[in-house]
């Protein structure tokens, strides 16, 4: 690492001597803007307004505008400002570390003893745990007053920058106004899911996903030039990607304790829906024609069914409509007179339906064979 600047630390009358070093870099892939039609890399000019050259950053001043009027800030004016030629980093006060509100932090930087003994360095780090406090400090760094807080990590002093109160914007949003009703059904179902997905931050256990793939498609256009498939690389559609759906709050809630509890509760309640379905139309199928029949035509048609071995009721409804023909017909005079005896024999005792139910199957079974021949 390059340290970025020296200065020292003011503790009280204690001087702590310290080179700063940046503790965070950037990780993404380095990409350069190009021209899509000769692959002509675009790069940006400096370019006056008023004589159209290109000026050198050397020969590039600031500048301040406001109500049409312009003032030009040279960098010997701008050094000329005190806090700018500081290389102290002065404490203020120290502060319990939960009274600091994290959307603040800004950057960080490792602060390294810069002396031959680092005694001073070690005192006010011991301070620091001792009083388990984090120290408030002001800096000037690159052109800004900073405030910061003094921390340790890892047996090293560490300098996070913070945002001045007037850079954090406030939030205000009319819809969090509304009064909204949480069930405490509801309150139960996100305490378990939280406690589904409870677990000790480990950071090295995340990945970048983007920068991954981002290597994995410059690796595979490489190879295979224009030719590349992306799905091929992927193993999905370009552009695909989670679409949102608008879902009742409490089964959201349900699905996802499903799933991190292993699932199949949903499925095993659909399954038993569908069970109960069937079932249904099982009981439903039979209680059809004993509906569409009475008396003696629905005895003949389950006795019927029982004889020929088979669930199918129409053979059973048409020898019992086969039976009613014969009881008109004037040239089946014995089966005429059978039919009629077994009517009159099922009124006289509606308790037995064994006779009656025999009484009426005999016809039927005359019926078909005599129907046979025709």
């Known amino acids: 690492m390059r340290a970025i600047w020296k200065g020292a630390i003011a503790f009280g009358l204690v001087n702590v001597p310290v080179k700063v070093y940046s503790a965070t870099e950037?990780?993404?892939?380095?990409?350069?803007?190009?021209?899509?039609?000769?692959?002509?890399?675009?790069?940006y000019q400096r370019r006056c307004e008023v004589c159209?050259?290109?000026?050198?950053?050397?020969?590039?001043?600031?500048?301040?505008?406001?109500?049409?009027?312009?003032?030009v800030l040279s960098k010997d004016e701008l050094k000329s400002i005190p806090a700018e030629n500081s290389h102290e980093i002065e404490v203020v006060q120290f502060v319990p570390s939960e009274q600091l509100e994290p959307m603040m932090f800004e950057k960080s930087y490792y602060l390294e003893p810069d002396s031959k003994s680092p005694k001073a360095y070690v005192l006010l780090r011991r301070a620091l745990e001792d009083t388990d406090r984090v120290a408030i400090v002001q800096f000037a760094l690159r052109e800004k007053t900073r405030l910061g807080a003094l921390r340790i990590k890892d047996d090293v002093l560490v300098l996070q920058s913070l945002l001045w109160p007037d850079e954090v914007r406030q939030a205000s949003f009319?819809?969090?106004?509304?009064?909204?009703?949480?069930?405490?059904?509801e309150r139960d179902m996100s305490a378990a899911l939280v406690e589904s997905m409870a677990a000790d931050f480990e950071p090295g256990s995340f990945t970048d996903e983007y920068q991954v793939q981002l290597r994995q498609l410059i690796e595979a256009k490489l190879e295979q030039g224009e030719s590349l498939d992306t799905e091929e690389t992927f193993g999905v559609e370009a552009g695909e990607g989670g679409k949102g759906e608008v879902i009742d709050l409490m089964e959201a809630?349900?699905?996802?304790?499903?799933?991190?509890?292993?699932?199949?509760?949903?499925a095993s309640a659909d399954g038993a829906s569908d069970d109960g379905a069937d079932a249904g139309d099982e009981e439903a199928g039979p209680a059809k024609p004993a509906r569409r029949t009475s008396g003696t035509k629905a005895a003949a048609s389950r006795t019927a069914a029982v004889k020929t071995g088979t669930d199918d009721a129409k053979p059973a409804r048409s020898s019992a409509k086969s039976t009613s023909a014969s009881a008109k017909s004037t040239a089946s005079k014995s089966v005429a007179a059978k039919s009629t005896a077994s009517k009159s024999a099922g009124g006289k005792s509606t308790g037995t339906k064994t006779s009656g139910t025999k009484d009426a199957a005999k016809p039927a079974a005359k019926t078909t064979r005599a129907r046979k021949p025709a």
């Open 26 to 43: 950037d990780h993404d892939i380095s990409l350069h803007q190009v021209h899509n039609a000769d692959g002509g890399r675009i790069r």
């Open 52 to 71: 159209g050259e290109v000026v050198d950053y050397s020969d590039i001043e600031k500048a301040f505008e406001e109500d049409g009027r312009t003032v």
């Open 174 to 185: 009319p819809s969090l106004e509304a009064d909204i009703r949480i069930s405490a059904q």
């Open 253 to 266: 809630l349900k699905r996802s304790l499903d799933r991190k509890r292993g699932g199949g509760g949903a």
